[in-house]
Protein backbone atom coordinates (compact mmCIF):
# COMPACT_ATOMS: atom_id res chain seq x y z
CA UNK A 1 0.00 0.00 0.00
CA UNK A 2 2.95 2.56 0.58
CA UNK A 3 3.74 1.88 -3.10
CA UNK A 4 0.23 2.14 -4.03
CA UNK A 5 -0.63 5.96 -4.82
CA UNK A 6 3.35 7.46 -5.19
CA UNK A 7 4.17 6.88 -8.81
CA UNK A 8 8.17 6.88 -7.56
CA UNK A 9 7.91 5.03 -5.42
CA UNK A 10 5.70 2.28 -7.36
CA UNK A 11 8.68 2.45 -9.76
CA UNK A 12 10.94 1.30 -7.31
CA UNK A 13 8.75 -1.50 -6.52
CA UNK A 14 8.11 -2.23 -9.78
CA UNK A 15 11.68 -2.72 -10.89
CA UNK A 16 12.87 -4.61 -7.19
CA UNK A 17 14.50 -7.79 -8.12
CA UNK A 18 12.25 -9.53 -5.50
CA UNK A 19 9.25 -7.90 -3.81
CA UNK A 20 8.00 -10.29 -0.81
CA UNK A 21 4.73 -10.16 1.03
CA UNK A 22 4.71 -8.12 4.28
CA UNK A 23 1.92 -9.20 6.31
CA UNK A 24 -0.19 -12.20 6.26
CA UNK A 25 -3.34 -10.41 5.13
CA UNK A 26 -0.96 -10.15 1.85
CA UNK A 27 -0.15 -13.64 1.94
CA UNK A 28 -3.78 -14.56 2.30
CA UNK A 29 -4.82 -12.31 -0.58
CA UNK A 30 -1.98 -13.84 -3.14
CA UNK A 31 -3.73 -17.49 -2.00
CA UNK A 32 -6.84 -16.53 -3.00
CA UNK A 33 -5.78 -15.29 -6.09
CA UNK A 34 -4.10 -18.31 -6.85
CA UNK A 35 -0.53 -18.16 -5.96
CA UNK A 36 -0.01 -21.00 -3.71
CA UNK A 37 3.52 -20.42 -2.28
CA UNK A 38 4.43 -17.35 -0.24
CA UNK A 39 7.90 -15.76 -1.11
CA UNK A 40 7.54 -14.10 2.93
CA UNK A 41 8.64 -18.12 3.75
CA UNK A 42 11.41 -18.05 1.85
CA UNK A 43 12.97 -14.94 3.63
CA UNK A 44 13.39 -16.43 7.00
CA UNK A 45 16.92 -15.20 8.31
CA UNK A 46 18.33 -18.04 10.97
CA UNK A 47 20.44 -17.08 13.43
CA UNK A 48 24.28 -18.62 13.68
CA UNK A 49 22.85 -19.56 17.29
CA UNK A 50 20.30 -21.79 15.55
CA UNK A 51 22.79 -22.56 12.21
CA UNK A 52 26.10 -22.16 12.89
CA UNK A 53 26.98 -23.39 9.45
CA UNK A 54 25.30 -20.37 7.74
CA UNK A 55 28.00 -18.03 6.17
CA UNK A 56 27.37 -14.48 6.32
CA UNK A 57 29.67 -12.71 3.35
CA UNK A 58 28.56 -8.72 4.53
CA UNK A 59 27.18 -6.98 7.54
CA UNK A 60 26.86 -3.29 7.72
CA UNK A 61 24.76 -1.05 10.09
CA UNK A 62 24.72 2.62 8.28
CA UNK A 63 24.57 5.80 10.37
CA UNK A 64 20.91 7.32 10.66
CA UNK A 65 21.67 10.06 7.90
CA UNK A 66 22.31 9.81 4.40
CA UNK A 67 25.55 8.28 3.26
CA UNK A 68 28.54 10.89 1.58
CA UNK A 69 29.23 9.74 -2.12
CA UNK A 70 32.66 8.50 -0.92
CA UNK A 71 31.32 6.37 1.88
CA UNK A 72 28.22 4.85 -0.35
CA UNK A 73 30.57 4.07 -2.69
CA UNK A 74 32.85 2.36 -0.23
CA UNK A 75 29.92 0.36 0.66
CA UNK A 76 29.14 -0.94 -3.08
CA UNK A 77 32.96 -1.94 -3.32
CA UNK A 78 32.82 -3.73 0.30
CA UNK A 79 29.41 -5.70 -0.24
CA UNK A 80 30.97 -6.92 -4.22
CA UNK A 81 34.42 -7.35 -2.27
CA UNK A 82 32.25 -9.94 -0.07
CA UNK A 83 31.02 -12.18 -2.36
CA UNK A 84 27.25 -11.93 -1.12
CA UNK A 85 25.28 -13.70 -3.78
CA UNK A 86 21.78 -12.62 -1.87
CA UNK A 87 21.29 -9.05 0.26
CA UNK A 88 19.05 -8.62 2.86
CA UNK A 89 18.58 -4.77 3.72
CA UNK A 90 16.86 -3.81 7.06
CA UNK A 91 15.85 -0.55 7.10
CA UNK A 92 12.61 0.39 7.13
CA UNK A 93 9.44 0.70 4.03
CA UNK A 94 10.39 2.81 1.72
CA UNK A 95 14.41 3.65 2.71
CA UNK A 96 15.14 0.11 1.93
CA UNK A 97 13.31 -0.16 -1.45
CA UNK A 98 14.79 3.51 -2.62
CA UNK A 99 18.16 2.14 -1.60
CA UNK A 100 18.22 -0.97 -3.56
CA UNK A 101 16.65 0.85 -6.34
CA UNK A 102 19.82 3.34 -6.17
CA UNK A 103 22.05 0.58 -6.18
CA UNK A 104 20.28 -1.71 -8.77
CA UNK A 105 23.60 -2.71 -11.34
CA UNK A 106 26.27 -1.47 -8.67
CA UNK A 107 25.55 -4.34 -6.37
CA UNK A 108 26.07 -7.03 -7.28
CA UNK A 109 23.89 -9.07 -5.70
CA UNK A 110 20.17 -10.25 -5.08
CA UNK A 111 18.71 -7.35 -2.68
CA UNK A 112 15.81 -8.48 -0.70
CA UNK A 113 14.54 -5.86 2.22
CA UNK A 114 13.37 -7.80 5.26
CA UNK A 115 11.99 -4.69 7.26
CA UNK A 116 12.24 -5.16 10.75
CA UNK A 117 13.23 -8.99 10.43
CA UNK A 118 16.94 -7.92 12.13
CA UNK A 119 15.28 -6.16 15.10
CA UNK A 120 13.20 -9.15 15.41
CA UNK A 121 16.41 -11.59 15.69
CA UNK A 122 18.14 -9.46 17.04
CA UNK A 123 16.04 -9.13 20.24
CA UNK A 124 14.85 -5.54 20.33
CA UNK A 125 11.68 -5.78 18.93
CA UNK A 126 9.19 -8.49 19.97
CA UNK A 127 7.82 -11.47 17.38
CA UNK A 128 4.04 -11.90 17.95
CA UNK A 129 2.90 -14.77 19.87
CA UNK A 130 2.87 -17.98 17.64
CA UNK A 131 -1.40 -18.27 17.99
CA UNK A 132 -1.32 -14.92 16.63
CA UNK A 133 1.19 -15.26 14.01
CA UNK A 134 -1.08 -18.91 12.94
CA UNK A 135 -4.19 -16.96 12.58
CA UNK A 136 -2.74 -14.00 11.00
CA UNK A 137 -2.92 -11.16 13.93
CA UNK A 138 1.07 -10.63 13.44
CA UNK A 139 -0.21 -7.01 11.91
CA UNK A 140 -2.38 -6.10 15.41
CA UNK A 141 0.27 -7.47 17.81
CA UNK A 142 2.92 -4.70 16.31
CA UNK A 143 0.28 -2.29 16.30
CA UNK A 144 -0.35 -2.50 20.13
CA UNK A 145 3.99 -2.60 20.56
CA UNK A 146 4.50 0.21 18.45
CA UNK A 147 1.36 2.33 18.17
CA UNK A 148 3.09 5.50 17.79
CA UNK A 149 4.66 4.70 15.21
CA UNK A 150 2.45 2.34 12.99
CA UNK A 151 -1.03 3.95 13.43
CA UNK A 152 -1.26 6.39 10.55
CA UNK A 153 0.40 3.71 8.30
CA UNK A 154 -2.45 0.88 9.35
CA UNK A 155 -4.99 3.72 9.64
CA UNK A 156 -4.55 4.95 6.29
CA UNK A 157 -3.31 1.68 4.22
CA UNK A 158 -5.35 -1.23 5.82
CA UNK A 159 -9.12 0.17 4.70
CA UNK A 160 -7.46 0.84 1.57
CA UNK A 161 -6.35 -2.38 1.00
CA UNK A 162 -9.32 -4.17 1.68
CA UNK A 163 -11.50 -2.42 -1.03
CA UNK A 164 -8.53 -2.01 -3.61
CA UNK A 165 -8.16 -5.83 -3.10
CA UNK A 166 -11.72 -6.77 -3.30
CA UNK A 167 -11.89 -4.90 -6.27
CA UNK A 168 -9.31 -7.19 -7.93
CA UNK A 169 -10.61 -9.69 -6.38
CA UNK A 170 -13.68 -9.39 -8.76
CA UNK A 171 -12.12 -8.12 -11.19
CA UNK A 172 -10.34 -11.63 -10.94
CA UNK A 173 -13.36 -13.54 -10.69
CA UNK A 174 -15.12 -12.28 -13.25
CA UNK A 175 -12.21 -12.55 -15.87
CA UNK A 176 -12.24 -16.14 -14.92
CA UNK A 177 -16.27 -16.70 -15.54
CA UNK A 178 -16.03 -15.06 -18.73
CA UNK A 179 -13.51 -17.72 -20.01
Same mark, same amino acid.
Given at each position: &?????? %??? +? #?? &? ?17 ? =?? #? ?29 ? +?? =? ?6 ? /? ?7 ? $? +? ?29 ? %????? =? $? #? ?19 ? /? ?14 ? +?????? $? $? ?5 ? =? ?5
Amino acid at each position: &MESYDP %ADF +R #GV &MDQADLVTPDGMPLVWGLR =LL #GHTAATLSLLQVYTRKRFPALQVAYAYSPPF +RP =LTPEEDEQ /VVEDINRSG $A +RILFIGLNTPKQDFWMAAHKGRVRALMAGVG %ATFDV =L $A #GPKSQAPRWMMRIGMECFFRL /VTEPRRLWKRYLKHNP +RFVVLF $A $AQLIRER =LVKSNH
